[in-house]
DNA sequence: GATTCGTGGCC
DNA sequence: TGGCCAAGAAT
């Protein structure tokens, strides 16, 4: 009888789910910098719209703990999206450098651009969003949602992982991408489009856990398939990953007497695009170990300073680290002598901050200097 | 659809 | 230690 009424529809969720998750929101959100708590904005208080713009691009791939400092030290440095528009590129990588996914930065400083120029700002629909550099279909939609109120379908690897266990989805992903952007669509409701986005995130995030998830917790528990039918931290499926290969290469620190050292920038596309780094061998994983000899800037007496390891998404490098002590000369074609002092401030992606303090302890270390220890 | 693109924390 | 994962986008 049970099963008789209800098989027109027999895998539609009930009608109910969003008010409790919005219920459990209310009472459990994450308080972060970047957010509007449920209570202020029932109160009628707007969410900044730049705000949640510069959050969701950097949130992208990246945990919240990172993204904090960061997004603090832009505010500071640039409360708007004028102010960002404003600001040379240069200081905006400078600013980006250590959280990674360097495009990300760089495509935020065109859009920047972009919208400054536009005269109602950005756009409040998720088609015009979704033209902008740097906004794919996930931040449209959460910036449509969580800024403007769209009920948008916000699908992020929180509301994927829900999702599947929600109803029991095991076909893997990304196979799995239309359908479960479907059902989420199915359970936005209407009066608060963001706030949901932000609980399926939040419950993503410190309940349905891809390890070991706090079932017991869940305000979703009744309506869960996934526990009536398995176990949910099998879920989701995912397809198999690509292995992560090896490489080396030769990383050369020249420091001159006065503790200048010698870097250059990268080319804009690609690996570390735009960021500074100290001159090296390619990476390619078919060189052998430091054979270095023809690949210094200039020749020199060239010592091995260390090896330091790092990992990028699709590659690990062991990158050998040689140091030189020269006295005054010209910079390279290409290169540039940087001040000790000025060091630190350069846009050095991590894996070239590792390689210069391997040569050159402390180098890379920010401190007070008399021109940020007065002002302000 | 498959690749490329960083980094840090966790178990 | 090494694999996994994090509010994905561009090509």
């Not at 999206?81 to 360097?102: F, I, K, N, S, T």
């Not at 906004?135 to 379908?153: D, E, K, L, S």
């Not at 995912?238 to 990383?251: F, I, S």
């Not at 500074?276 to 020199?300: I, K, L, M, Q, Y």
């Amino acid at each position: 009888m049970a099963t008789a009424s209800r098989s027109i529809i027999a895998d539609a969720a009930p009608p109910d789910v969003a008010a409790r998750l919005l219920a459990w929101y209310d009472a459990h959100h994450r308080d972060l910098p970047w957010r509007v708590p449920p209570a202020e904005l029932k109160r009628g208080v707007r969410p900044d719209p730049y705000h949640v713009w510069l959050s969701e691009i950097m949130l992208q791939q990246t945990t919240v703990e990172a993204v904090k400092p960061y997004f603090r030290d832009f505010l500071a440095k640039w409360p708007d999206v004028q102010a960002l528009a404003a600001a040379p590129a240069e200081d905006v990588m400078r600013a980006w450098a250590g959280l990674g996914y360097y495009s990300r930065a760089r495509n935020l400083k065109a859009c920047a651009n972009l919208v400054a120029t536009l005269p109602d700002g950005f756009p409040d629909t998720e088609d015009g969003l979704r033209a902008l550099p740097g906004i794919g279909a996930y931040t449209a939609a959460a910036i449509a949602a969580i800024a403007f109120g769209r009920p948008a379908a916000v699908v992020d690897g929180n509301v994927e992982r829900v999702t599947a266990r929600l109803f029991d989805i095991r076909t893997p992903l990304p196979e799995a991408k239309p359908e479960i952007r479907e059902r989420v669509a199915e359970l936005v409701p209407a009066d608060r489009p963001g706030d949901f986005a932000q609980a399926m995130m939040d419950l993503g995030a410190t309940i349905c856990t891809p390890k070991r998830p706090r079932c017991m917790l869940c305000p979703l528990r009744a309506d869960c398939r996934a526990i009536l039918s398995g176990d949910p931290e099998l879920l989701p499926l995912k397809a198999p990953k690509a292995d992560r290969p090896k490489r080396r290469g030769v990383a050369y620190v020249a420091v001159r007497a006065d503790g200048a050292v010698l870097m250059r920038t990268r080319p804009e596309k690609g690996l570390l695009g735009g960021m500074t780094e100290v001159p090296s061998s390619g990476w390619d994983g078919g060189r052998a170990a430091p054979n270095g000899r023809d690949d210094p800037p200039f020749p020199a007496d060239w010592r091995r300073a260390g090896t330091i390891a790092h990992v990028f998404t699709h590659f690990s490098l062991d990158l050998d680290v040689f140091r030189a002590d020269v006295g005054p000369a010209e910079a390279p074609p290409g290169h540039r002598w940087v001040a000790a002092r000025d060091v630190a401030g350069e846009a050095l992606p991590t894996v070239m901050k590792k390689a210069i303090e391997a040569a050159i302890p402390g180098a890379t270390r920010k401190q007070r200097t008399t021109a940020n220890r007065g002002t302000i």
